[in-house]
């Protein structure tokens, strides 16, 4: 057997020994001994395999199995700018707290710095985004195995505490197996050979408290991270009587925590001036909230105190008070009398704002973003994942739609890039088990259309990709590029368009694609069906700016006393 037959081979027997089950690997050359031990090892049940052709759209699938599987994933991919295009997922990944572990192919170091092709410095390429593991070349001699198994292993430990992990992984010719001798170790660590590493338990919660009175009108603002922190915050604020306003991906575990989360928050609080009944003394904020600028708003009036330990908790005024890392029931000795009235006021507000938002979407002809949204997130099956595409559709939700227990949320806040999110969406589905739906406007869907591209022997995930399909970019309409007085260039270097038909495109691909054209075929269209498919719901762009500015006013009247 060849170093690097054997190398691949211990690399991968130590990956499912760490309980790495979900692997993506992408065709080449430099990784072919990776690539033969991988299938090896899904064909004998140990892992299970995904085979993808575009690196980028892969690694965003290995993220969408992390997140799904709460299980670091792996990426394989061969040497070059193969490696370059994993860059995207891990600024994701390290920045969404996702652990992802990106085996690249390397060429050996004589190669270096020589001309040879496909040849590039990809050792810590991605920065402080991923923490690097380099290994060195294999060699026929004894001793090695342990080497290889130990640094597997401490990569698998960093990708538990939530971080992507670069194994780069240098290949000398032969790549592919050539048997004779036999190799000087046993490869697979059993009695008798090399024994393997093992390591500790994932990272404790968190035991810091918070030492710092918190007042009794408080205003509990949840963004994206972990689950179990949010949930906690959740408890505190049913306790003392706090509203919670969560964002789509935060909004389950805090109803988790057993408090009711405020439905269309962020409209509330981008409504104008809150009334003196609604103005809170003090904003915690848990995890990393991205979406709403009357969120940051809120932020940048009163005291703020932060509830995380990722070392970029969200502060972007630099206001923020105080940091802990976890808000619990201990901490309730904190916590000011609470004010009987503060709770019903925020619940009369939130009812006042339903109600103008129903009417006023119940006057606009459907479809819009915001009807989509709603009728989306009311439509979906019980126990279904929903994975929102950047820009509108993750903010539409936000804005309009109702907070469910039943319906788990996953959208890419780290860098909230458009690129990779129905690669994501894949990954979600193939290792959530649930009814998967994703939600995305139709430039996230071209951006990453590839994630179509699905080879006819893997696995297709259960997936029910929905494109609000406006031609162009909808979210600068709503920004301040789309004010009037920039209309005569917003078109061409905002807006967009693209013309593209997405039916054919999907027809290219194999992908069945149906167009929507009223509630009822949208809620007909989201019963559970297996396999890949695309709903496309097409809209306009002309009226969104004004129906943004209508239902601002609208709200900001329904809560305003008088």
């Given at each position: 057997?060849?170093?690097?037959?054997?190398?691949?081979?211990?690399?991968?027997?130590e990956?499912?020994?760490?309980?790495?089950?979900?692997?993506?690997?992408?065709?080449g050359?430099?990784?072919?001994?990776?690539?033969?031990?991988?299938?090896?090892?899904?064909?004998?049940?140990?892992?299970?395999l995904?085979?993808?052709?575009?690196?980028?759209?892969?690694?965003?699938?290995?993220?969408?199995?992390s997140?799904?599987?709460?299980?670091?994933?792996?990426?394989?991919?061969?040497?070059?700018?193969?490696?370059?295009?994993?860059?995207?997922?891990?600024?994701?990944?390290?920045?969404?707290?996702?652990?992802?572990?990106?085996?690249?192919?390397?060429?050996?170091?004589?190669?270096h710095?020589?001309?040879?092709?496909?040849?590039?410095?990809?050792?810590?390429?991605?920065?402080?985004?991923?923490?690097?593991?380099?290994?060195p070349?294999?060699?026929?001699?004894?001793?090695?195995?342990?080497?290889?198994?130990?640094?597997?292993?401490?990569?698998?430990?960093?990708?538990?505490?939530?971080?992507?992990?670069?194994?780069?992984?240098?290949?000398r010719?032969?790549?592919?197996?050539?048997f004779?001798?036999?190799?000087p170790?046993?490869?697979?660590?059993?009695?008798?050979?090399?024994?393997?590493?093992?390591?500790?338990?994932?990272?404790?919660?968190?035991?810091?408290?918070?030492?710092?009175?918190?007042?009794?009108?408080?205003?509990?603002?949840?963004?994206?991270?972990?689950?179990?922190?949010?949930?906690?915050?959740?408890?505190?604020?049913?306790?003392?009587?706090?509203?919670?306003?969560?964002?789509?991906?935060?909004?389950?575990?805090?109803?988790?925590?057993?408090?009711?989360?405020?439905?269309?928050?962020?409209?509330?609080?981008?409504?104008?001036?809150?009334?003196?009944?609604?103005?809170?003394?003090?904003?915690?904020?848990?995890?990393?909230?991205?979406?709403?600028?009357?969120?940051?708003?809120?932020?940048?009036?009163?005291?703020?105190?932060?509830?995380?330990?990722?070392?970029?908790?969200?502060?972007?005024?630099?206001?923020?008070?105080?940091?802990?890392?976890?808000?619990?029931?201990?901490?309730?000795r904190?916590?000011?009398?609470?004010?009987?009235?503060?709770?019903?006021?925020w619940?009369?507000?939130?009812?006042?704002?339903?109600?103008?938002?129903?009417?006023?979407?119940g006057?606009?002809?459907?479809?819009?973003g915001?009807?989509?949204?709603?009728?989306?997130?009311?439509?979906?099956?019980?126990?279904?994942?929903?994975?929102?595409?950047?820009?509108?559709?993750?903010?539409?939700?936000?804005?309009?739609?109702?907070?469910?227990?039943?319906?788990?949320?996953?959208?890419?806040?780290?860098?909230?890039?458009?690129?990779?999110?129905?690669?994501?969406?894949?990954?979600?589905?193939?290792?959530?088990?649930?009814?998967?739906?994703?939600?995305?406007?139709?430039?996230?869907?071209?951006h990453?259309?590839?994630?179509?591209?699905?080879?006819?022997?893997?696995?297709?995930?259960?997936?029910?990709?929905v494109?609000?399909?406006?031609?162009?970019?909808?979210?600068?309409?709503l920004?301040?590029?789309?004010?009037?007085?920039?209309?005569?260039?917003?078109?061409?270097?905002?807006?967009?368009?693209?013309?593209?038909?997405?039916?054919?495109?999907?027809?290219?691909?194999?992908?069945?694609?149906?167009?929507?054209?009223?509630?009822?075929a949208?809620?007909?269209?989201?019963?559970?069906?297996?396999?890949?498919?695309?709903?496309?719901?097409?809209?306009?762009?002309?009226?969104?700016?004004?129906?943004?500015?209508?239902?601002?006013?609208?709200?900001?009247?329904?809560?305003?006393?008088?």
């Amino acid at each position: 057997m060849n170093p690097s037959t054997a190398m691949a081979t211990v690399v991968v027997d130590e990956l499912v020994r760490n309980d790495v089950r979900q692997v993506v690997v992408c065709p080449g050359s430099r990784n072919a001994a990776l690539s033969l031990a991988l299938h090896e090892a899904a064909l004998a049940g140990r892992l299970t395999l995904h085979v993808r052709v575009d690196e980028r759209a892969a690694a965003f699938l290995a993220l969408g199995l992390s997140r799904a599987s709460g299980r670091p994933s792996a990426v394989v991919c061969t040497s070059g700018t193969a490696v370059a295009n994993l860059h995207p997922a891990v600024l994701e990944a390290h920045h969404s707290g996702v652990g992802v572990l990106l085996i690249t192919a390397d060429r050996p170091p004589e190669l270096h710095g020589s001309g040879a092709n496909q040849t590039i410095d990809q050792r810590g390429i991605f920065g402080s985004a991923a923490v690097a593991v380099d290994f060195p070349v294999a060699e026929r001699r004894p001793g090695q195995n342990p080497v290889w198994r130990g640094l597997v292993c401490r990569g698998v430990a960093r990708a538990e505490t939530g971080i992507p992990v670069q194994l780069n992984v240098p290949f000398r010719e032969p790549l592919v197996p050539s048997f004779g001798e036999a190799w000087p170790d046993s490869l697979d660590g059993r009695p008798g050979g090399v024994r393997w590493t093992t390591f500790s338990a994932p990272r404790s919660i968190p035991d810091n408290r918070v030492d710092f009175p918190l007042p009794a009108r408080v205003v509990v603002v949840v963004g994206s991270g972990d689950p179990n922190r949010a949930a906690a915050a959740a408890r505190i604020a049913a306790r003392a009587g706090w509203p919670v306003i969560a964002e789509p991906v935060g909004a389950r575990a805090a109803l988790a925590g057993g408090v009711p989360v405020v439905r269309g928050g962020p409209l509330l609080l981008g409504s104008g001036q809150l009334p003196g009944a609604l103005r809170p003394d003090a904003v915690v904020v848990v995890g990393r909230p991205t979406l709403s600028r009357g969120v940051r708003g809120l932020m940048d009036r009163v005291a703020v105190y932060g509830i995380g330990d990722h070392p970029q908790w969200t502060d972007p005024q630099y206001v923020a008070q105080h940091v802990r890392g976890w808000l619990d029931e201990d901490d309730l000795r904190w916590v000011s009398e609470p004010d009987p009235g503060w709770l019903p006021a925020w619940r009369e507000a939130e009812r006042a704002a339903t109600l103008a938002v129903e009417k006023l979407l119940g006057d606009e002809e459907w479809p819009t973003g915001l009807h989509l949204a709603r009728d989306l997130v009311d439509g979906l099956p019980a126990g279904a994942a929903l994975v929102l595409g950047s820009s509108n559709p993750v903010r539409d939700v936000d804005l309009v739609a109702a907070h469910r227990a039943d319906v788990t949320v996953h959208a890419n806040r780290g860098v909230a890039g458009i690129d990779g999110n129905l690669s994501t969406a894949a990954g979600v589905a193939l290792a959530g088990g649930a009814p998967t739906y994703a939600l995305m406007g139709d430039l996230t869907f071209l951006h990453d259309l590839n994630a179509l591209l699905i080879g006819p022997e893997e696995q297709r995930p259960d997936l029910c990709a929905v494109v609000l399909n406006d031609d162009g970019g909808g979210i600068f309409s709503l920004l301040e590029q789309g004010a009037a007085e920039h209309r005569a260039g917003f078109e061409r270097v905002f807006g967009t368009p693209t013309g593209a038909d997405l039916r054919s495109l999907c027809a290219g691909f194999g992908v069945p694609h149906q167009l929507i054209t009223t509630p009822a075929a949208l809620r007909a269209a989201l019963d559970p069906q297996p396999g890949l498919r695309v709903l496309e719901v097409r809209a306009s762009r002309d009226r969104l700016r004004d129906l943004h500015a209508r239902l601002k006013a609208a709200v900001a009247e329904a809560i305003t006393p008088g």
